[in-house]
C-alpha cells in the first residue's frame, strides 16, 4: 500500500512528462524516417514551384504577388503584414521568387540529408508559406496546411546540432510525437465526420465511391481500371474510408497495449493511402500523411537504438506553444472564430481538415483556345488535365501542377467565382513567357492570337468496351463559353465581350 503512494509521490511533474526527453516510449527510429520524408515533401513543393510560380504569381503572371500585396497593404495597412506572411513584401520580383525556390529546394535538401534540421525545416517552412501568403487562389488547398503544420510541429521533434544523426541523447518528448499524431489523426478524423455531417447522401448510400476516380482533379490510369470494378467493390471501399476515419483512427489512443493498438492502425490506414496515391493524384498530401503515419512506430516495433539518459529538463517554450496549437486545433473546429484560431490562420499551423465532405457528382473541364481570324478556334495544350480523349491518364503526385488543379474547382463554379481565369486569357493573349510555360505548348508561337476564349466540357471515363473500341480513355461533351472571350481593342487594351 505504501509503495503506492510513494510511486505517486515520485510521479515525474505534467511539465517534465510532456516536454523533457522521453526514454519511453522512444521514438528516434520514427522520428529520424520522419524528418527525411518531410524533407523530400518539401523537396517536391519547391520543384513544384520552380515551374509554376513565375506563372502563377510573378510580375507577368496570372496573379502578380506585387498587386495583391499592394492592395493589401492600401487596404489593410499594418495589419497586412500579418494577415498576408511572406518575404515577398521585401520585394515579389522574378529574382525575389525564384530565390525563395532555390533556398527552399537547400534547405529540403539539408533536412534529408539530416543538416542542421531544426534550422533547415525553419528556413523550407519560411520560404513555402512566402509562396503561399502571396499566391492567393492558388494556395486554397488543405495539403498545404498540412504542409506548414507538419512543419512547424517538427522543429519542436527535430534534434539540435549541425550533424545530430539518430542524436540518442536528445530523444523527442512526449508532446512533440504526440503533437504530430495528432495532426494524423485529425486529418482522417475530421474528414470523417465533416462526410457525416454535411448529409452527403453518397457517403449515406455508400455510392461515394462510384464515379470518384473519374471527378477527382487528375486522375490516373490505373484509376480508370478500378473505376470499371463492381459497384460492390466501391461500396466496401466507401464503408471502410468511413471506418477508418471515424473508429480505426481511434487506435492512436488506446489504453493498453498501446504500442500494438498503433501498429494495427498504421498497418489498416498504410495501404488504404498507398491506393489513394496510385488512383489519383492529390499531390503530396497523400505521402504527407502516409509518412506522418510512420510516428505511430515507437523503437520497440522499429528496433530503434536505446535513448542516451539525459536530463529531464522540460521546454518551457515547447509547453506553451504545443499546448496552444493543441488547444486552437479542437476548438477552431467547433468555433472557427476561436481567438487564437483567427490569430494564426494566416500562418496555416492550426488548421481544421475535412476532406471529401461532398462529393463531386460530374466532371467539368475549362480549355482555353485562340484564334487568329476569329473562325477557327485552337486550344492550348495542357500538361496534366484531360483534354485530348485518347492520352492516358498520368501518375504525377507529389508533383502538384496548382494551375491545373484550380481550373478543376474554377470549373465547379462560375466565372464570377474565379476572375483569374479572365486574367489567364488575358495573358495567353499577350503571350506572356511564364504563363504560356503552364501549358504544355504554344500554338501562337508566332504571332499572338487576336482572341481568347475559355470553353467549358463534360468528360466522362470510357467503359471497357469503348475503349476496346476507339482506343480512347475519355468521352467529352462540349457544353459552351466558360467565360467572356479577351480580345484586344485598337489602343492595345484588352476588352471582355460574350461574343
Known amino acids: 500500500m505504501f509503495e503506492e503512494f510513494t510511486a505517486e509521490a515520485q510521479r515525474p511533474p505534467i511539465l517534465e512528462r510532456l516536454f523533457a526527453p ?9 522520428r529520424w524516417i520522419w524528418l ?6 518539401f523537396f517536391s513543393a519547391f520543384y513544384s514551384l520552380y515551374f509554376q510560380i513565375h506563372g502563377l504569381i510573378g510580375p507577368h503572371g496570372i496573379l502578380p504577388a506585387f498587386e495583391y500585396l499592394d492592395a493589401v497593404h492600401r487596404a489593410l495597412g499594418l495589419k497586412g ?29 539539408a533536412i534529408i540529408l539530416n543538416l542542421w534540421p531544426r534550422l533547415s525545416i525553419a528556413i523550407a517552412g519560411i520560404c513555402f508559406l512566402s509562396f503561399i501568403g502571396a499566391a492567393q487562389e492558388f494556395a486554397g488547398y488543405q495539403s498545404d496546411g498540412m504542409l506548414l503544420e507538419a512543419a512547424f510541429l517538427s522543429i519542436f521533434l527535430a534534434p539540435r546540432g549541425i550533424r545530430p544523426g539518430m542524436a540518442i541523447a536528445q530523444a523527442p518528448s512526449r508532446a512533440a510525437v504526440f503533437m504530430l499524431q495528432w495532426e494524423w489523426f485529425r486529418i482522417y478524423f475530421e474528414s470523417g465526420l465533416v462526410k457525416i455531417l454535411s448529409g452527403e447522401e453518397q457517403w449515406r448510400n ?3 465511391m462510384d464515379k470518384y476516380y473519374e471527378n477527382g482533379p487528375l486522375p490516373s490510369w490505373i484509376g480508370w481500371y478500378v473505376q470499371q470494378w463492381p459497384h460492390s467493390f466501391h461500396a466496401f471501399s466507401a464503408g471502410l474510408t468511413l471506418a477508418v476515419e ?10 493498453r497495449k498501446a504500442s500494438l493498438c498503433r501498429l494495427i492502425a498504421f498497418l489498416i ?20 500523411v502516409l509518412f506522418l503515419g510512420v510516428l505511430l512506430l515507437d523503437d520497440s516495433i522499429l528496433r530503434g537504438p536505446a535513448p542516451a539518459p539525459a536530463a529531464k529538463k522540460p521546454s518551457i517554450a515547447a509547453a506553451v506553444v504545443l499546448t496552444t496549437i493543441f488547444l486552437t486545433s479542437i476548438a477552431s473546429f467547433v468555433m472557427p472564430s476561436f481567438p487564437t484560431a483567427t490569430l494564426l490562420e494566416p500562418f496555416r499551423i492550426a488548421n481544421r481538415y475535412g476532406l471529401f465532405a461532398v462529393m463531386t457528382r460530374n466532371r467539368y473541364e475549362i480549355e482555353f483556345q485562340g484564334t487568329r481570324d476569329g473562325v477557327t478556334w485552337v486550344a492550348y495544350p495542357f500538361r496534366y488535365k484531360p ?35 479572365l486574367n489567364t486569357e488575358g495573358r495567353l493573349l499577350e503571350n506572356s513567357p511564364p504563363v504560356l510555360a503552364l501549358f ?23 467503359t471497357r468496351e469503348e475503349r476496346a473500341r476507339t482506343g480512347a480513355w475519355w468521352r467529352r461533351e462540349a457544353l459552351g463559353a466558360y467565360a467572356p472571350a479577351a480580345k484586344r481593342a485598337a489602343d492595345g487594351s484588352i476588352t471582355f465581350d460574350n461574343d
Open 22 to 30: 522521453s526514454v519511453a516510449p522512444s521514438f528516434l527510429r520514427a
Open 440 to 462: 504544355a505548348g504554344n500554338p501562337f508561337a508566332d504571332k499572338p492570337p487576336i482572341a481568347v476564349r475559355a470553353v467549358a466540357w463534360q468528360y466522362w471515363f470510357t
Open 81 to 109: 503584414y500579418w494577415l498576408a506572411p511572406t518575404l515577398l513584401w521585401l520585394n515579389s520580383g522574378d529574382r525575389m521568387l525564384s530565390a525563395i525556390v532555390w533556398i527552399g529546394f537547400a534547405a529540403s535538401v
Open 206 to 208: 455508400l455510392t461515394a
Open 246 to 255: 471515424l473508429f480505426v483512427v481511434w487506435l492512436l489512443f488506446a489504453p
Open 387 to 421: 483534354q485530348d480523349v485518347r492520352m492516358r491518364p498520368g501518375l504525377y503526385a507529389p508533383y502538384q501542377p496548382r494551375f491545373e488543379w484550380n481550373l478543376w474547382f474554377a470549373s465547379l463554379g462560375s466565372v464570377d467565382e474565379n476572375r483569374w481565369v
Open 36 to 41: 527525411r520524408c518531410l524533407g523530400a515533401i
Open 269 to 288: 490506414v498504410t495501404p488504404l493511402q498507398i491506393g489513394i496515391i496510385l488512383t489519383a493524384n492529390y499531390a503530396f498530401l497523400n505521402y504527407l
